[in-house]
């Protein structure tokens, strides 16, 4: 199992930023793409970024130019840096990681989700 840990979210006023990490720790074999995503009261889960782990970033249309996702191999973690916050950016935002093992092919892991609420 790889455990995913997010950390960095909190209360930010309109236009402030905020970095959000998580830490991949556990059976790690062989990460593929890494990922952000976020869910707001009422609504489904929407990708936000992602970053594979050879080839071109992805960004959601809402954040583009805004938000910056980046990884660090090494360490197996993911970062966003999230720049002119804006009040609809609010939700709880979720690490994913994508691996391949032998046995059980790619699987998806989840973190458990960090707040964050940008105020007007």
């Known amino acids: 199992q790889v455990h995913l840990v997010e950390s960095g979210g909190g209360l930010v006023q309109a236009g402030g930023s905020l970095r959000l990490s998580c830490a991949a720790s556990?059976?790690?074999?062989?990460?593929?793409?890494m990922g952000w995503y976020r869910q707001a009261p009422g609504k489904q889960r929407e990708l936000v970024a992602t970053?594979?782990?050879?080839?071109?970033?992805k960004y959601a249309d809402s954040v583009l130019g805004r938000f910056t996702i980046s990884r660090d191999d090494a360490l197996n973690t993911v970062d966003l840096q999230m720049s002119r916050l804006k009040p609809e950016d609010t939700a709880v935002y979720y690490c994913?990681?994508?691996?391949?093992?032998?046995?059980?092919?790619?699987?998806?892991?989840w973190g458990q989700g960090t707040q964050v609420t940008v105020s007007s």
């Open positions: 994913n990681v994508n691996q391949w093992t032998a046995v059980t092919g790619t699987q998806a892991y």
């Open positions: 556990g059976s790690i074999f062989s990460i593929n793409a």
């Open positions: 970053i594979p782990r050879r080839g071109s970033t």
